[in-house]
Nanobody, 112 residues
Framework: QVQLVESGGGLVQPGGSLRLSCVAS????????MGWYRQGPGKQRELVAR???????TYADSVKGRFTISRGIAENTVYLQMNSLKPEDTAVYYC??????WGQGTQVTVSS
């Protein structure tokens, strides 16, 4: 059983910043493949940023240069620093491990 707890969502004005956090726990071998997805209103869930393992990362084209994924001291913690937020970034953001386990999601709303 793997549990993921996200935090840090909220309401922010366009151009603002937010930092999301995710802490994972449970009995799996490794948290090396871990990242963030999002689902906007009326849209499919999509990858935002992810650690792929072996130190590489993947970002959606729409967030490159604005969002940064990072890890805490422990491998089971990841952050998503979101800068220069746009209304189209409005979504529920989900933490994911191994493309299999999901958090409950945290709402990010970008609006003036």
């Amino acid at each position: 059983q793997v549990q993921l707890v996200e935090s840090g969502g909220g309401l922010v004005q366009p151009g603002g910043s937010l930092r999301l956090s995710c802490v994972a726990s449970g009995s799996i071998f490794s948290f090396n493949v871990m990242g963030w997805y999002r689902q906007g209103p009326g849209k499919q869930r999509e990858l935002v940023a992810r650690f792929n393992g072996a130190g590489s990362t993947t970002y959606a084209d729409s967030v490159k240069g604005r969002f940064t994924i990072s890890r805490g001291i422990a491998e089971n913690t990841v952050y998503l620093q979101m800068n220069s937020l746009k209304p189209e970034d409005t979504a529920v953001y989900y933490c994911n491990v191994l493309s299999k386990f999901w958090g409950q999601g945290t709402q990010v709303t970008v609006s003036s």
